[in-house]
């Protein structure tokens, strides 16, 4: 199984050499396994919005955003994003494909409340009409939005009037922000062993500031509250996503450059794509008269043995930098290795 992505745009590009330090930086790309485990036979996943609620629910809580003075429907188009967000993290994750599913009148409470089960009946005769394995669920949706503006008295230098001087004044300066929760509501149904894979309720807060000399001007720099709710809808969806499948995610790799004449070689062989070159001269530097050249040479033995997907060698390589040549580095990088080890056997279990 590949979950490991070494991104070479060429190489020479993405390695971030620091002349000031003795080590430098490589991006990598790893796969994370996700939070919970889903059974193999889920492949392709439909994906439902339920969070609009029956008609009578839905004149109450359309007073209720009148009388509170939210946007109405914003939650509605936000619940929308979420659900966008969701799919399109899902496409772009390696264990799913998913579709969005938008001819089914399947009703909610409109607000945090989860409604009843759906049945399943139901949830078979949806994935049998639409080829998916299983259904995830938006229940619920809902956002509170809260808007501060602070009146501040600030120093200024300003112009006196018929001289080139200038003098310090206080002057007003208005500071707004706005705080948004939004919490979203989870449902997967499997039809095959009609099961509720996961139910969970997942809060995003953000917050946006801004400043100027007046009120109006203050509040015209924070986005609408509409805006605010489509942009945490759709993280909303996004982080749900990153829940249930798993996700490549950007990390950071050091090896050492500095500190002797080969290990400066090496560099050269790294920037060429030529690994084995390079492991040949960290090879040779295990035999080095100073402890902490050697050091660092198992050190990026153990970085080139990761590049390679080999967890347990760097691990090796990590253990004898650290407890043989007393590299303290080693032992963080050690514990990094021990999180891609349990990771690799999780994602065994998640993916195919």
């Not at 707004?176 to 149904?189: C, T």
Request: proline share 3%.
């Amino acid at each position: 199984m590949k979950n490991i992505k070494l991104v070479l745009m060429p190489l020479v590009l993405i390695i971030l050499f620091f002349v000031s330090c003795s080590t430098s930086s490589v991006p990598l790309e790893i796969l994370v396994p996700a939070e919970i485990n889903i059974t193999k036979e889920i492949k392709h996943i439909g994906i439902v919005n339920r969070t609009i609620p029956e008609r009578r629910r839905k004149v109450i809580n359309f007073l209720e955003g009148f009388v509170s003075g939210e946007q109405i429907f914003a939650d509605r188009e936000g619940a929308d994003n979420c659900i966008n967000g969701l799919a399109s993290k899902l496409n772009d994750s390696p264990r799913f494909t998913s579709v969005i599913i938008r001819g089914e009148r399947l009703r909610g409470t409109g607000t945090r409340r989860f409604a009843r089960q759906l049945s399943w009946n139901n949830i078979r005769r949806i994935c049998n009409k639409y080829r998916v394995d299983a259904l995830i669920v938006l229940e619920t949706f809902d956002s509170n939005i809260s808007v501060d503006v602070e009146r501040r008295l600030i120093n200024k230098k300003i112009k006196i009037k018929g001289t080139d001087k200038k003098k310090k004044v206080k002057v007003p300066r208005y500071y707004a922000d706005l705080y948004l929760d939004v919490n979203s509501g989870w449902r997967i149904y499997d039809p095959s062993s009609k099961s509720v894979v996961d139910m969970n309720s997942f809060l995003d807060r953000k917050s946006w500031s801004s400043y100027g000399k007046t009120k109006r001007k203050a509040l015209y720099g924070l986005p609408t509250k509409r805006e605010a709710i489509n942009v945490s809808g759709y993280n909303s969806g996004i982080q749900y996503g990153m829940r249930i499948s798993p996700t490549w995610i950007n990390v950071y790799r050091d090896f050492y450059v500095k500190g002797d004449p080969g290990l400066e070689e090496a560099k050269r062989y790294v920037k060429a794509n030529d690994w084995k070159g390079a492991t040949q001269i960290w090879r040779s530097l295990l035999k080095h008269d100073d402890p902490k050249i050697a050091g660092r040479a198992a050190y990026n033995l153990a970085f080139a043995a990761e590049l390679k997907g080999k967890f347990k060698k760097a691990y090796s390589w990590a253990k004898m930098s650290y407890t043989k040549f007393g590299n303290r580095k080693a032992l963080t990088y050690m514990r990094k290795l021990e999180n891609r080890m349990d990771d690799k056997e999780r994602l065994k279990e998640q993916m195919d």
